[in-house]
């Protein structure tokens, strides 16, 4: 069998001189081509894809980036934009030819503004996301954007893979919470677009096509976000759902109850959990019975006093009243809240002790999650018996990564292999139901094939149109997205 993640991209290595110009350009520290500084940055996050590079490419400004992007665009030398390599698609990972430069935006990491009384911070590209979050809260404000990687990640990265999160439901993914772009252009220009204003109804919105363009249109350099009240009363709770349908009706009743104040409603279903607890230190049953499906459930308030304890209480007997859940469980202490959601964080990381994963990224209306789930899971055990299927996630917005583990004794190199198969039976479904293969991962390189059998012919060649108006060379990111 041919290897599916093989490329069939093939280019020539640029110019030595094009190479010493952009050397000279970004200066001793901000290039490098030592195998050893290289190595961690051509490895895609899951182990799929290993790439290859004539130059990393480390700019310290602005002007740097723009000034590279000239002398590539002048040579026709393809350009892989990167932040913290933590993306899901290999969307930031340079093909296998070798003849690409990878432009690492992690020295351009500092915070330029913040503004607690407009709300907003402005950043550059390679700031870690965590980092963000702490200057937000260093002015009692916060940036809502969390997920795994947030203490890696760089918001470049987040913005240009338009990142969704655990906190979704409430906030929006990273597409809401952009007001502003700085952005060099495939020519080497920059668009000036960090305007902080919640309004401009002056024609096209410009930034976003950057914001999900996974670096194919421009190179992100800096951008204003959006900044909220910081949450001074969060109260917390796994609960056991009485049967997966009631998912549904259970995020209507938190809503409702809440205030329209749920910031997170995660599902976890009992075999990652018992992965989770065999392989990760410290990890522990919630309950005291075993279920089939969990929900970790967190409301937010601004105030201190803000009756979040009271709705909570209130939500869990309504919700008990209706047979939607069996038991609960309501973090007591910030310590018993992390360990809530260590446990939602663990069952990810387990899943690496228990052989091969073949994952899936999808989004569906969100009151069609349990069809969904239900119908996904049946398929893909009537394909492959002994497959272990783990569908977890950010159910309350639709959002459902189906992980499936391998059966139990299985060569890791075969099953991965099957990796197209379980695509098909699962983004069929996906489709039939009105959804979306990928809802906060991106496309890059992993989906760019698949989203061909599942867009229609228009959408796919208005993306092209686009792509081709804007970087007319086809330097940014070739062989990503489209």
Not at 36 to 65: H, M, N, S, Y
Not at 269 to 285: C, M, N, S, T, Y
Not at 363 to 379: G, L, Q, T, Y
Request: glycine letters at 10%.
């Amino acid at each position: 069998m041919a290897d599916w993640r093989t490329s069939k991209i093939t280019a020539a290595p640029p110019a030595p001189e094009a190479l010493g110009r952009i050397k000279t350009i970004v200066g001793s520290k901000g290039w490098s081509d030592d195998p050893a500084v290289l190595e961690p940055l051509l490895l895609d996050r899951r182990g799929l894809f290993v790439g290859k590079t004539a130059l990393l490419v480390r700019p310290a400004t602005t002007q740097e980036v723009s000034d590279v992007v000239q002398v590539c665009a002048e040579h026709g030398i393809a350009i892989v934009p990167q932040g913290g390599n933590t993306g899901l698609v290999a969307g930031g990972v340079p093909h296998e030819h070798g003849a690409e430069i990878l432009l690492n935006l992690s020295r351009m990491n500092h915070v330029r503004v913040v503004d607690p009384a407009d709300y907003t911070i402005t950043v550059e590209a390679g700031c870690v996301l965590a980092d963000i979050q702490a200057e937000a809260e260093k002015v009692d404000r916060l940036f809502p954007l969390s997920l795994g990687a947030e203490g890696s990640c760089q918001i470049g990265g987040n913005i240009s893979t338009n990142a969704g999160g655990v906190a979704v439901l409430h906030y929006g993914n990273m597409r809401d919470l952009v007001l502003g772009l700085e952005v060099v252009l495939p020519d080497g220009q920059v668009w000036e677009g960090l305007r902080g204003l919640r309004k401009d109804n002056t024609g096209y919105d410009i930034k976003q096509l950057f914001i999900g363009g996974e670096g194919t249109l421009g190179i992100i350099t800096a951008a204003v976000l959006k900044l909220f009240p910081l949450p001074k009363d969060l109260q917390t709770a796994i609960v056991a759902l009485g049967e997966l349908d009631a998912a549904i009706p259970l995020l209507e009743a938190a809503r409702t109850t809440s205030g329209d104040a749920v910031t997170s409603l995660e599902l976890m279903p009992r075999q990652a959990l018992e992965f989770a607890i065999k392989h990760i230190h410290g990890v522990a049953d919630p309950l005291a019975v075993p279920h089939d499906y969990y929900v970790l459930v967190e409301f937010s308030g601004a105030r201190p006093d803000g009756g979040m304890a009271d709705n909570m209480t209130a939500f869990l007997e309504d919700a008990f009243e209706k047979g939607l859940i069996s038991d609960a469980v309501v973090a007591q202490s910030e310590a018993q809240r992390a360990a809530f959601w260590r446990i939602r964080e663990a069952i990810v990381e387990a899943q690496l002790y228990e052989g091969g994963s073949i994952k899936h990224d999808v989004a569906v209306p969100a009151d069609r999650s349990p069809e969904f789930i239900r119908r996904a899971v049946a398929a893909v055990k009537e394909a492959m018996p002994g497959i272990r299927p783990l569908p977890f996630g950010h159910i309350g917005d639709g959002n459902i990564h189906l992980n499936l583990t391998q059966p139990e004794g299985m060569d890791r190199d075969a099953y991965i292999a099957e990796w197209p198969r379980m695509n098909r039976i699962v983004h069929d479904i996906v489709a039939d139901l009105g959804g979306s293969i990928s809802a906060e991962h991106g496309v890059g390189r992993l989906k760019r094939e698949e989203i061909t059998r599942y867009k229609s012919a228009l959408e796919i060649d208005l993306m092209r149109k686009i792509k081709t108006a804007l970087d007319p060379k086809g330097i940014m990111n070739p062989g990503k997205v489209v």
